[in-house]
T-cell receptor
Framework: EPEVTQTPSHQVTQMGQEVILRCVPISNHLYFYWYRQILGQKVEFLVSFYNNEISEKSEIFDDQFSVERPDGSNFTLKIRSTKLEDSAMYFC???????????FGPGTRLTVT | AQSVTQLGSHVSVSEGALVLLRCNYSSSVPPYLFWYVQYPNQGLQLLLKYTSAATLVKGINGFEAEFKKSETSFHLTKPSAHMSDAAEYFCAVSDMGYSSASKIIFGSGTRLSIRP
């Protein structure tokens, strides 16, 4: 069964460093999303992406964040200058259509020290 | 704006007992409602979803949920708990198809513990 994959599973970085989290959505899906979950808290929407542009972003998704689909398979989330409070589990999701079911990847745990 | 409220951050039941996890939603448009399960150190797995068809929705692992518009509720139930049901459960809402984006809004989660 097709699935969303994410790499790395765990990333440790120092405050102020740039990180790129990678996702490979399901191949025929057209809508892509990033969510994050701070330890012990709920899952929060960050951004949705369609047709090579951001559809919607949350208040969390400030200028430090960017997303890109650099090729036909990857979908990336970049944090330019990480802060301690960026430590969280980041989930990628994809869907075939705007109203279609979103399939979540296993997540990348980002630890900022 | 849409939101969900999960009543009870932690629920503990005995193995074989009824599981009831409560969720109330708020939405200005007909909502799509979901229950997700998250096992320790794993991702999110969809248990079931309501998309305006039948109000009683059956999902995986014996779970079901009933959409009650009059009560704005979407409680999750399972007749008989199993040890393997111990996990974090998230209720979620979306306005898929009504706005420019299909973001999912999650509740704060309920941790389900099963007593032997």
């Amino acid at each position: 069964e097709p699935e969303v994959t994410q790499t790395p599973s765990h990333q440790v970085t120092q405050m102020g460093q740039e990180v790129i989290l990678r996702c490979v959505p399901i191949s025929n899906h057209l809508y892509f999303y990033w969510y994050r979950q701070i330890l012990g808290q709920k899952v929060e929407f960050l951004v949705s992406f369609y047709n090579n542009e951001i559809s919607e972003k949350s208040e969390i998704f400030d200028d430090q964040f960017s997303v890109e689909r650099p090729d036909g398979s990857n979908f990336t989330l970049k944090i330019r200058s990480t802060k301690l409070e960026d430590s969280a589990m980041y989930f990628c999701a994809s869907s075939e259509s705007r109203a279609g079911e979103q399939y979540f990847g296993p997540g990348t745990r980002l630890t900022v020290t | 704006a849409q939101s969900v409220t999960q009543l009870g951050s932690h629920v503990s039941v005995s193995e074989g007992a009824l599981v009831l996890l409560r969720c109330n939603y708020s939405s200005s448009v007909p909502p799509y409602l979901f229950w997700y399960v998250q096992y320790p150190n794993q991702g999110l797995q969809l248990l079931l979803k309501y998309t305006s068809a039948a109000t009683l929705v059956k999902g995986i692992n014996g779970f079901e949920a009933e959409f009650k518009k009059s009560e704005t509720s979407f409680h999750l139930t399972k007749p008989s708990a199993h040890m393997s049901d111990a996990a974090e459960y998230f209720c979620a809402v979306s306005d898929m198809g009504y706005s420019s984006a299909s973001k999912i809004i999650f509740g704060s989660g309920t941790r389900l513990s099963i007593r032997p």
